[in-house]
């Protein structure tokens, strides 16, 4: 396939997306509204354009990675209205399933093909090209994406039809919400007793308690250092009240999910909607009655 893909959406994920597409020898065209963002972007040898529609008008595949459903239901709209010839839309975004169904049927209206394909994975894995694509939808056009997907993650996966993408994501992500507070809890458990946090990330990463998730936070958790983000809190809160909303809808319980729910809740509350999702250890921290640490 041509080596020319457009990135709506510069942001933490497809910031990252586009450098390691740009360093595997794609031109890469991208969009956001953020001049933050284009400014790393166009660091990273990313051409940035200047709106939406100047991304589609060159490239034939899009990769969509959005804040939430109103910026993708806007971009589906913005590429039906524009009279463009067929373009295909991997939406990398975790979203509701019924907002990416809307997006979907809007730009199939319009003679263009949607590919619901959610990436597992934290901002940090998808800089070093760590991500998992669950991708979904029309197979021919997974099938020929594969080597595209290929150059920014280090596996991907057709999982059938289209839809089946996000369901996946959110049986991942559920574990994530848990393993994640389960790490800051075991860590604190450490301190109050008296350990070495450095000493518990060496011990436990590798033993039978330890997890993917204690091997990426448990470190930030020890050096009490949460930034910069690879995912920040106020973003997994809605990540979290989709995948809470698709369990209730197939009818599966949560417990453990509803139990992690107020550990996020409280580190919102407490200002730390900027910092990493590791940063619930501080929440236990203050729970455990431990002095702040880190940075």
Known sequence: MTKLVGMV???????????NLVAAGWRVLGYDPD????????AAGVEVRAGLLDVAAEAQVLVTSLPGP????????????????????VETSTLALADKDEAARILSAAGHVALDCPLSGTGAQARVKDLSVYASG??????????????????????????????????????VAIHNVAAAEAMVLGVRAGLDPHQMVRLVSPGAGGSRMFQMRAPMMADGCYEPPTMRISTW???????AAFAQAVGAPTPLLAASAPIYDAALAAGQGGLDTASVCAVLERMAGLPPRGA
Request: charged share 20%.
């Open 9 to 19: 959406g510069l942001g933490i994920m497809g910031g990252a997306m586009s450098a």
């Open 35 to 42: 001049p933050a963002r284009q400014a790393e972007a166009r």
């Open 237 to 243: 809160q809605k990540d979290m009240a989709v995948i």
């Open 70 to 89: 109103a910026a993708l239901r806007a971009t589906a709209e913005a590429l039906a209205a524009a009279g463009l010839a067929k373009r295909v839309v």
């Open 138 to 175: 029309d197979a021919a056009e997974i099938a020929a994406l594969h080597p595209l997907f290929m150059d920014f993650a280090r596996e991907a996966h057709d999982v059938g039809a289209y839809g089946n993408g996000s369901r996946m994501k959110f049986v991942a992500n559920l574990l």
